[in-house]
């Protein structure tokens, strides 16, 4: 029989992604509507091991769905990897009469709730927070939509300066090692190459295509480059081995870094946000834990945490064969 649910703590964990202010908010709502409390745990395992909690309510989340970052911050926690470390979490929990937790995060954050669900039998369920879309069981996660609208932007922008000096550029988007943000942004910005962990295009391919790019007539050009890519040069280095192999090219790099991470959640995050925030207080309440709220076929869905953990996101065959056509 699972215990009755009066108080759901909430957190995000793990690097942070346009839509966790969102789907905070949803928490939030979901448990007032339903007349239950709620608990905002500050720096993810780390607040919760220190207590750092705040009552929240309807109005205590007002203004923020469209707020990049979280603000329950967000903290990467060495502590909790420690039977000690999550025997003071469980304690903390205990005294603050917090029942069960939604978990907003990567799969570093659903791996170490497993291990506490395990321990301490606390329901636990998760919600997909990561711009890398790198997690099983569902089509986007949070964040994600609204990095590649950023991606996107600046590559249009970098795109005025390549074509006024007939120059090629390496751009560097983040994904950690999978290459969703690669891939979508760089078919989504007419990108003239995109470099994924999941292909390896190969350095001898790369000099034909970008060959073929400049006999076609292209006086500039953009190679996206996914962070994790394996081609065995980093972005700094491809500028060079281009430059001493196509000397008609004058490269340029640009790193995109951490604000693919900011900015103001686009509608679908918003929307998504708000969706999963429900779903998984609902189903905490139905006696439900060890899942992963997903989008699945535009339906709300509910994977085993384990399963989602271990699985593996794959890359979209069909989009890369668009890829393909569209860089001709
Ligand atoms: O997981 C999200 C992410 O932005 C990855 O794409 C990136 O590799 C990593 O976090 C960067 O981590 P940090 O914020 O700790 O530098």
Not at 98 to 122: C, H, P, Q, R, S
Not at 135 to 159: P, Q
Not at 181 to 206: C, K, M, Q, S, T
Not at 230 to 239: A, D, T
């Amino acid at each position: 029989m699972s215990k009755t649910i009066k108080r759901i703590g909430v957190m995000t964990s793990g690097g942070d992604s346009p839509g966790m202010n969102a789907a905070i908010r949803s928490v939030v709502r979901t448990c007032a509507y339903h007349n239950i409390e709620c608990v905002g745990i500050y720096r993810g395992y780390e607040g919760m091991i220190e207590g750092d909690f705040k009552a929240m309510d309807a109005r205590s989340v007002k203004g923020i769905i469209n707020k990049g970052g979280t603000v329950l911050k967000s903290a990467r926690s060495k502590e909790f990897r420690t039977e000690e470390g999550r025997k003071t979490a469980h304690q903390k929990l205990t005294e603050a009469n917090i029942d069960a937790l939604v978990l907003i995060g990567g799969d570093g954050t659903f791996t170490g709730g497993l291990i506490f669900n395990k321990e301490y039998d606390f329901p636990i369920i998760g919600i997909p927070g990561t711009i890398d879309n790198d997690i099983y069981g569902t089509s986007h996660t949070l964040g994600f939509d609204t990095a590649l609208n950023t991606v996107v932007e600046c590559i249009d922008k970098i795109r005025d300066t390549a074509s006024s000096h007939n120059r090629l550029f390496f751009v560097e988007v983040m994904g950690r090692d999978v290459g969703h943000i690669a891939l979508n942004a760089g078919v989504g910005a007419g990108a003239e190459e995109i470099l994924i962990p999941e292909e390896d295009l190969g350095l001898d391919r790369l000099l034909e295509s970008l060959q073929r790019s400049k006999q076609s007539g292209k006086s500039s050009s953009i190679v996206v480059v996914a962070e994790g890519d394996k081609i065995g040069k980093n972005v700094f280095e491809l500028k060079d081995y281009v430059e001493e192999n196509m000397i008609e090219y004058d490269v340029r790099v640009s790193v995109l870094g951490h604000m693919q991470r900011g900015g103001s959640p686009s509608c679908f995050d918003r929307v998504l946000a708000s969706r999963m925030g429900v779903k998984a207080v609902e189903s905490l309440l139905e006696g439900k834990t060890n899942y992963m709220v997903g989008l699945l076929n535009d339906v709300m869905a509910l994977t085993p945490l384990e399963q989602a953990v271990k699985g593996k996101s794959k890359i979209n065959k069909e989009l890369l064969r668009v890829s393909d056509i569209m860089t001709t």
